[in-house]
Structure formats: structure tokens, C-alpha cells
């Protein structure tokens, strides 16, 4: 027995010894003998079932907001990553209504937008959700109550006694004068007099506060010794004292500087951007304006608003920034610009999508939504049905390719400005005596004035209307007047331009108007030209007029017996 039972515990260690070995083994090799290990929500109650396939990987599409909270009115910069490239996306606020913002992913699925919290949204959490093709994206904004001030501010009362400064306080006359002042009436209009009489020398209005700011050139025929300038608003005078001095015999001419800050600009663009209170650095269009009390806001056609689309007109100041002058809003918010149409020679285009297209020197966008009818080519002639985008773009809704003949549709004429739009440079103009339309995609060169000789390229629309494609405002020039004709003989191209038409020697610059509806301007072709004869003699072309195209190959025959003929008129 006692045999037996030895037996029996060497056998039953053996097991163990046996079972320990097989699953340190099974261990060890789990990753290469084939031995498979499943997670738990992969294993059916069956044995005999399929394994469950994996749930698919959520989205990696996110956005953040800058700030994550505020007051309705609030401009939150929402941030993203994760989208497709290059795709339309739009801004939702709790998923209804329209929009608060749109625009395109950049080329790694990255998207920057701003938008105003709604004015008429409740205290408490709201949703803002990015919306791209299939992807979503959202974030929590918590709108918070405008809390009530500690006390009623109070606006203090100007200063009883209005003061001004000048800088300089003397100099020759013609010098540029910066005048500067304080405790005024806050946003009434001044004037700056010199001596107390004749017109005033500057105007203006004063600021929130009651200052001031102006520029004025001291009176040519001003005599030497002391003189009173003045500053007038309304019932407030205050004045400071500028010593004109006697000018010395400059070694040289001497230029006098022009006021700085004005030069002018015109510009349109969705409102991005807009501070708290009002006033201050508004961005537009990418470009960051001034805004304040004198700044003249036109809210006819919508509400000033980030998301609205607005006309800006401006003045760099002194120190380089720019101050609006006038905004006028064109389009509310949500309601987008109307469409823009206009004809023109197909310059360059791809076959993909989406994709840039060239069309009469204006680029266009075109995507998987263009509708375009006929077949593209350089060359073509197209119509364009278009809307400007967020980020300055234009998107094509439609393009119609025409047969080559249309390209007679091109007119081209100059005569004298009769009549402008009210507001801006958008909307008709009149140009010796025909209505022509001027939108965004017009290029103005130049600036126009009722009276001033503009020359246009213009196309002749569907409705038979007229688009200008550019106007050159003419600038008005002195000197004799010059007409002749005569072939091209040659084109030097150096430091200037010369061309010899009809034996005579020409300088052709940037503001040459070349029409070239008959043909093109090249050596061989008969000419008609207008030219202003210059202080040293020379002659500068103001209008060269293609009236016959040369032949193929250079000069003609014609061109080579008629090279020295002209005739003036």
C-alpha cells in the first residue's frame, strides 16, 4: 500500500510540473506559436459564432472657441483640424437658423472663422457646430448676463477753458502746421482761422472727448512776424501764436512736403471684426480700419455687424494707419452680395475641380456646383454668372462658352465723365453720354471726377447693358496737343518706351491709353495718336488708336512705302 500511494503523489507531481511548464510556454509564445487572444467584447456567447468586427474610430474633426464665453454681441474665433482640405464649411448656433459664418478649409483640413454670439441669445450653454460635407464638430459657449455697473458712469464736462498747440509754432510760408487741441465740445464741427478772417484754412470735428486734430499750410502771401491762429467750435474759441519767418534763397528748388495721411483708398469686404464698444480697430475685408465719431456709417441696405458685407472708403493718417471715412453696408448679414456678370476671353483653366479659371484677367473659382455649358478653351469667349465669397473669392454659379465671334462684344471708347453714383464708385456711370455699369471686378485707374476724360473697355451684356471692365481716369494735363497717323516702324523697349510712328518718335508710359479693338498695337499696324508735346520738346502719347491690323510676318509692303507718312490734323 504504501507503495501504491508514493505512486500515485510522484504521478500527480508530475502532472503539475507538466501543466506549469505548458503555460509558461504558451506565454512566452503567445505573440508567435499562433496561440490567439481576444478581447472580451470580441468573444460571442457561442462558441461557434463569428468574431464581432471592431467599432469604427470616431471622427478626428475638433474645434475651439476664443473666448469659450460672454454677452450676446460677444466676437468668438472659432478654430479647427481634422476636415477634408479644401472644403466649404459653415458655423451653426445650436443647429438652427442660418449661418453665423462660413468659408474653406485650408490645404491640411484646418479652418479659422469669427463670428458675433447672437444678440437675442439666452443666458445658459449653447452648441456651436462646424458643418463640413459629412464631418461635424462642435464646442459648448456659455452665453453669460451683462452685468449692471457699480454705479452710473458719468461723462466729465470739458474743460472750461479750450486750448490749442501748434507744431511747429513758426516757419516760412507754405509750411505744414499740425494743430492740436482739447476741452471742446465732444463731436461738434471746428475751423481753423488764420488772423480771424478770409475762409478757413482747416475743418473738421472734434472727438468723443473734445479734442482735435488738423493739418493746414500756412498762407503763401502770410508776412513775416506773428500772426493769431484760431480754433473755432460753436461758442468755444481758443487760438496760439505762429511767427511766420522770412524765406532764405534756397541753393536749390525745394519741394513742400504734402500733409501726411492722405493718401486715399477704396475698398470692400465682409466685416470680421468689431470692437465692444463700437468704436476703435474694426478688420474688414482682412484690412484693419479706424473707425470713430466722424466716421459716416451708412446702415441703409443692413446693420453694421460682423458677418455684413461693406464698402469702405479711407485716409492713411500720419502714423500709418488707416481711418474710415465712410462704410457703407451693401449686404446684411446671411443675405450674401448680389451676383456679379460680366463676358470676357477665357485666359487660362484646368480640367479638375475645384480649380482657378482666368477669364478676362479676372479669377474665378470654379467647383463641382459650376455649371458650365460648351466646351473650355483658351481662347473661348465666356459669360459668367459669379457671387463673391467670405475670403474675397469669387465662386462661378455659372459659365456660358460662347463661339470666338462674340469677342465683338468688346467696345472701347473714352470720352468726358458726365455723371457718378451718389455713394462709391458702384453703380452707373455716365460716359459721353453712355450708361455704363461699374462693379467689384472693374478696375479703376485713376481718380474720377464729373468733367475728367475717362477712357473704357467695356463688354455689351445679354440685356444689351454695358459692363466696364476697366476705366482710366485721364489726368488733366498742360501743353500743345498733337494728332497725327502713321504706321508703326518700330518699339523700343528700354528705360521708357519708345515708338517711331510714321517717322515720328513718341513716349509711350502707364498712362497711354493703347486701343487695340481693331488690332493689335505691334510693328506694321496704321495708328492714330493723340500727344502732348512736353517742356523739352518731346511728344508723350496720351491715345494710340489700332485703325488697321498689320499683316502676318511683320511689315507689309504697304507699311514699308508709307513708313515715313504721316499727316497731322
Excluded at 481711418?323 to 443675405?335: C, E, M, N, S, Y
Amino acid at each position: 500500500m504504501k507503495k501504491i500511494a508514493l505512486a500515485l503523489i510522484l504521478a500527480l507531481a508530475a502532472v503539475v510540473a507538466l501543466f506549469t511548464s505548458l503555460s509558461a510556454m504558451a506565454t512566452r509564445d503567445a505573440g508567435t506559436s499562433g496561440v490567439i487572444i481576444r478581447e472580451p467584447w470580441a468573444i460571442a456567447s457561442d462558441s461557434k459564432a463569428e468574431p464581432l468586427m471592431r467599432p469604427p474610430a470616431a471622427s478626428a474633426a475638433s474645434i475651439t472657441l476664443d473666448p469659450i464665453s460672454g454677452t450676446p454681441g460677444t466676437v468668438v474665433h472659432v478654430t479647427g483640424s481634422g476636415f477634408r482640405p479644401n472644403k466649404h464649411f459653415s458655423v451653426q448656433w445650436d443647429g438652427t437658423g442660418p449661418p453665423l459664418a462660413s468659408g474653406k478649409t485650408d490645404a491640411k483640413g484646418g479652418l479659422s472663422a469669427w463670428f458675433s454670439v447672437p444678440s437675442d441669445a439666452t443666458p445658459g450653454e449653447h452648441t456651436v457646430e462646424v458643418r463640413e460635407g459629412p464631418n461635424r464638430a462642435s464646442a459648448v459657449f456659455e452665453v453669460t448676463s451683462p452685468e449692471p455697473p457699480d454705479e452710473p458712469t458719468v461723462t466729465p464736462e470739458p474743460p472750461s477753458e479750450p486750448e490749442i498747440s501748434l507744431e511747429p509754432s513758426e516757419g516760412e510760408p507754405g509750411t505744414v502746421v499740425h494743430v492740436t487741441g482739447s476741452g471742446f465740445r465732444p463731436n461738434n464741427h471746428f475751423s481753423v482761422q488764420w488772423d480771424g478772417t478770409g475762409p478757413p484754412l482747416a475743418s473738421g470735428k472734434t472727438d468723443a472727448k473734445g479734442g482735435l486734430s488738423a493739418w493746414f499750410s500756412v498762407p503763401s502771401d502770410a508776412t513775416p512776424g506773428e500772426h493769431t491762429v484760431e480754433v473755432r467750435e460753436g461758442p468755444n474759441r481758443a487760438s496760439a501764436v505762429f511767427e511766420v519767418t522770412s524765406p532764405e534763397p534756397p541753393d536749390e528748388p525745394t519741394v513742400t512736403p504734402e500733409p501726411p495721411g492722405r493718401r486715399k483708398l477704396r475698398f470692400e469686404g465682409y466685416i470680421e471684426s468689431i470692437p465692444e464698444d463700437f468704436f476703435g480697430e474694426w478688420v474688414i475685408g482682412g484690412i484693419t480700419v479706424t473707425v470713430d465719431a466722424n466716421t459716416k456709417i451708412n446702415e441703409s441696405k443692413g446693420k453694421a455687424e460682423v458677418g455684413a458685407w461693406a464698402e469702405v472708403k479711407a485716409t492713411q493718417q500720419p502714423y500709418g494707419y488707416l481711418l474710415a471715412t465712410h462704410i457703407w453696408i451693401k449686404a446684411a448679414r446671411g443675405q450674401g452680395v448680389e451676383p456679379i456678370k460680366f463676358k470676357g476671353e477665357i485666359e487660362a483653366f484646368t480640367d479638375t475641380v475645384p480649380a482657378d479659371w482666368v477669364i478676362s484677367g479676372i479669377t474665378v473659382t470654379v467647383d463641382a456646383r459650376t455649371v458650365i455649358r460648351g466646351m473650355p478653351e483658351v481662347g473661348a469667349w465666356a459669360e459668367v454668372k459669379a457671387f463673391l465669397q467670405a475670403d474675397g473669392s469669387i465662386l462661378a454659379k455659372k459659365i456660358d462658352i460662347k463661339p470666338r465671334e462674340e469677342e465683338e462684344a468688346t467696345v472701347e471708347f473714352e470720352g468726358p465723365i458726365e455723371s457718378l453714383p451718389e455713394e462709391g464708385y458702384l453703380g452707373d456711370w455716365v460716359i459721353d453720354g453712355i450708361t455704363v455699369t461699374v462693379n467689384i471686378t472693374t478696375t479703376i485707374e485713376g481718380i474720377p471726377q464729373v468733367g475728367l476724360t475717362a477712357e473704357v473697355k467695356a463688354v455689351i451684356q445679354a440685356d444689351n447693358t454695358v459692363l466696364a471692365l476697366k476705366i482710366k481716369v485721364a489726368k488733366e494735363v498742360e501743353g500743345e496737343e498733337v494728332e497725327f497717323e502713321g504706321f508703326i516702324s518700330a518699339i523700343i523697349t528700354d528705360t521708357v518706351d519708345l515708338w517711331v510712328i510714321g517717322g515720328i518718335t513718341v513716349t509711350v508710359d502707364t498712362t497711354t491709353f493703347i486701343d487695340e479693338s481693331k488690332g493689335r498695337a505691334e510693328v506694321g499696324a496704321w495708328v492714330e495718336v493723340k500727344a502732348i508735346r512736353q517742356p523739352d520738346g518731346s511728344l508723350l502719347a496720351i491715345r494710340i488708336r489700332v485703325e488697321r491690323r498689320s499683316e502676318e510676318g511683320g511689315l507689309s509692303r504697304e507699311a514699308i512705302e508709307h513708313r515715313r507718312g504721316h499727316r497731322y490734323r
